[in-house]
């Protein structure tokens, strides 16, 4: 990262769904800390030579200082909670359309057991590659880095890929959100224009307006001047769901009008939509880190149990009321679904606003992954590194631009996000680190290795999901532009 100005100690309540670059975020210990470890060994490994090359692979302008650990109990569950709950909650009624109103509302419990499930093991593997190197915090990426390269003797040699494997699907998932966001705001901006005037315009005119407003916002690489946008966004988004959910809880038909399972067709888009939702497994590693007392984030009472049990209810809630709501009629995001008055238009209004902000926070992550290694070949004074990271981001905006003309039909375009990316970032990386860790430990698969055996239906699930959602999404998509939907 360029500049001292962009290098902040700003708290995770920059916005939701953010996810972390692993590149971005480090030890950033004291050099009296690093002198005090240098030569030491833990189970044979030397921890200086160890650190030295953590330090190359890290810039030392961090994403989120990780020195301080200033956050209360409190502040760590709402920073939990911003991370998991976004655009993927106002899908979830789509997502029940395509599994049936008890198909998917058992199914958004058991998908939230299995994906907290797999928080809790990033963070248990978190802490046990750290009392085996003797770092102090490691990054998602690092976690799966080190963990090839002290797990199984055939994994080793694929160690130094470890933190890129994490980084590509972080920038897929994030640059995904920023088509989504897109796609979204001009949605209902454009919803809203209709209601009230004779105007009527293609929507991919609309995203280019949107566009063209982005490139502007873009600009701003300081996460202190980012964090007041997203604060709006969070404060938008709090009004406009309540209002949303009181609006879906009026004249509500009886549950036997919905189909108890939609089809087998469908039912791989409904995973993609569910599992895109819980995205926030991304934050859950610095958010200890910035804990006050980290003992109380794991645990059955801990702050990972507390704040996912209120998102998976949310979800829950959204999901089932919505979709009970407006049946078959639900469309890609609840919102389009309020009807054209004043106070509906407003809470449209209010998350494109909302959205529109929090553009810029989850633009942020992987430009800084990509530009953090794209910068380090550049000379100090030349024009690429002055303006390059510009010309990068309007590269990059201009490809999520494209991506959402391309497809612009929101629920297709959250189900294959979640179905190529979050499937694996959330279910199948935490379910290998899980056994990367404890192979060689004793009894650390359990008994008659039960939790090998769990570790591996958790990949399985991960996996199908991957190749049977993304399979039957982009179906889904080419059907849909067969007919004209999209």
Same mark, same amino acid.
């Given at each position: 990262?360029?500049?001292?100005?962009?290098?902040?100690?700003?708290?995770?309540?920059?916005?939701?769904?953010?996810?972390?670059?692993?590149?971005?975020?480090?030890?950033?210990?004291?050099?009296?800390?690093?002198?005090?470890?240098?030569?030491?060994?833990?189970?044979?490994?030397?921890?200086?030579?160890?650190?030295?090359?953590?330090?190359?692979?890290?810039?030392?302008?961090?994403?989120?200082?990780?020195?301080?650990?200033?956050?209360?109990?409190?502040?760590?569950?709402?920073?939990?909670?911003?991370?998991?709950?976004?655009?993927?909650?106002?899908?979830?009624?789509?997502?029940?359309?395509?599994?049936?109103?008890?198909?998917?509302?058992?199914?958004?419990?058991?998908?939230?057991?299995?994906?907290?499930?797999?928080?809790?093991?990033?963070?248990?593997?978190?802490?046990?590659?750290?009392?085996?190197?003797?770092?102090?915090?490691?990054?998602?990426?690092?976690?799966?880095?080190?963990?090839?390269?002290?797990?199984?003797?055939?994994? *080793?040699?694929?160690?130094? /890929? @470890?933190? %890129?494997?994490?980084? $590509?699907? +972080?920038?897929? #998932?994030?640059?995904?959100?920023?088509?989504?966001?897109?796609?979204?705001?001009?949605?209902?901006?454009?919803?809203?224009?209709?209601?009230?005037?004779?105007?009527?315009?293609?929507?991919?005119?609309?995203?280019?307006?949107?566009?063209?407003?982005?490139?502007?916002?873009?600009?701003?690489?300081?996460?202190?001047?980012?964090?007041?946008?997203?604060?709006?966004?969070?404060?938008?988004?709090?009004?406009?769901?309540?209002?949303?959910?009181?609006?879906?809880?009026?004249?509500?038909?009886?549950?036997?009008?919905?189909?108890?399972?939609?089809?087998?067709?469908?039912?791989?888009?409904?995973?993609?939509?569910?599992?895109?939702?819980?995205?926030?497994?991304?934050?859950?590693?610095?958010?200890?880190?910035?804990? *006050?007392?980290?003992?109380? /984030? @794991?645990? %059955?009472?801990?702050? $990972?149990? +507390?704040?996912? #049990?209120?998102?998976?209810?949310?979800?829950?809630?959204?999901?089932?009321?919505?979709?009970?709501?407006?049946?078959?009629?639900?469309?890609?995001?609840?919102?389009?679904?309020?009807?054209?008055?004043?106070?509906?238009?407003?809470?449209?209004?209010?998350?494109?606003?909302?959205?529109?902000?929090?553009?810029?926070?989850?633009?942020?992550?992987?430009?800084?992954?990509?530009?953090?290694?794209?910068?380090?070949?550049?000379?100090?004074?030349?024009?690429?590194?002055?303006?390059?990271?510009?010309?990068?981001?309007?590269?990059?905006?201009?490809?999520?631009?494209?991506?959402?003309?391309?497809?612009?039909?929101?629920?297709?375009?959250?189900?294959?996000?979640?179905?190529?990316?979050?499937?694996?970032?959330?279910?199948?990386?935490?379910?290998?680190?899980?056994?990367?860790?404890?192979?060689?430990?004793?009894?650390?698969?359990?008994?008659?290795?039960?939790?090998?055996?769990?570790?591996?239906?958790?990949?399985?699930?991960?996996?199908?999901?991957?190749?049977?959602?993304?399979?039957?999404?982009?179906?889904?998509?080419?059907?849909?532009?067969?007919?004209?939907?999209?």
């Amino acid at each position: 990262m360029a500049g001292n100005e962009r290098q902040t100690d700003n708290e995770l309540s920059i916005g939701a769904e953010l996810c972390v670059p692993d590149s971005k975020i480090g030890e950033n210990r004291s050099s009296s800390e690093d002198s005090s470890n240098a030569g030491n060994e833990v189970d044979g490994i030397n921890t200086s030579t160890l650190n030295d090359h953590m330090a190359d692979d890290e810039s030392n302008a961090l994403l989120f200082a990780t020195s301080s650990r200033n956050n209360t109990n409190l502040q760590s569950l709402m920073n939990l909670l911003k991370g998991n709950i976004g655009t993927g909650i106002l899908a979830l009624p789509s997502a029940f359309k395509y599994g049936g109103i008890w198909v998917s509302f058992v199914g958004i419990f058991i998908l939230g057991c299995i994906s907290v499930h797999c928080m809790h093991l990033l963070v248990i593997c978190s802490h046990q590659i750290c009392n085996r190197t003797g770092h102090s915090y490691l990054s998602y990426g690092d976690v799966m880095k080190e963990c090839l390269r002290y797990g199984p003797e055939p994994f *080793k040699r694929f160690h130094n /890929f @470890g933190s %890129w494997i994490i980084n $590509i699907f +972080l920038c897929i #998932t994030q640059f995904g959100f920023c088509t989504v966001y897109i796609l979204f705001v001009a949605d209902n901006i454009r919803q809203v224009i209709e209601e009230y005037t004779d105007v009527r315009f293609n929507i991919r005119l609309y995203e280019f307006f949107i566009f063209l407003a982005l490139l502007p916002y873009l600009s701003i690489r300081n996460l202190k001047v980012l964090s007041f946008f997203s604060a709006l966004a969070n404060f938008n988004m709090v009004v406009g769901l309540v209002i949303t959910l009181v609006y879906c809880f009026q004249d509500l038909p009886s549950y036997t009008l919905r189909p108890a399972f939609a089809s087998w067709t469908t039912l791989p888009l409904y995973f993609g939509i569910a599992i895109y939702a819980f995205e926030g497994i991304g934050v859950v590693l610095p958010i200890e880190n910035k804990m *006050k007392t980290p003992e109380d /984030f @794991g645990g %059955w009472t801990g702050l $990972i149990n +507390l704040g996912m #049990t209120i998102a998976v209810a949310l979800y829950a809630a959204v999901g089932f009321y919505g979709y009970l709501r407006f049946g078959d009629d639900v469309k890609g995001s609840l919102t389009l679904n309020l009807p054209p008055e004043g106070l509906y238009s407003a809470v449209k209004v209010l998350f494109a606003t909302a959205i529109f902000c929090t553009y810029g926070v989850q633009f942020y992550v992987p430009i800084e992954i990509i530009w953090s290694h794209m910068e380090r070949g550049l000379s100090d004074h030349s024009w690429k590194r002055k303006y390059g990271e510009y010309i990068l981001r309007a590269a990059f905006l201009f490809m999520t631009f494209v991506l959402a003309i391309i497809i612009p039909c929101l629920d297709l375009v959250i189900s294959l996000i979640g179905a190529l990316s979050s499937s694996a970032v959330a279910l199948i990386f935490p379910a290998f680190l899980d056994i990367l860790t404890f192979w060689s430990v004793t009894n650390g698969l359990g008994r008659y290795y039960w939790k090998l055996i769990k570790d591996i239906l958790i990949m399985l699930l991960g996996f199908t999901g991957f190749i049977v959602g993304t399979i039957t999404t982009l179906i889904s998509i080419v059907h849909a532009f067969q007919l004209s939907a999209c």
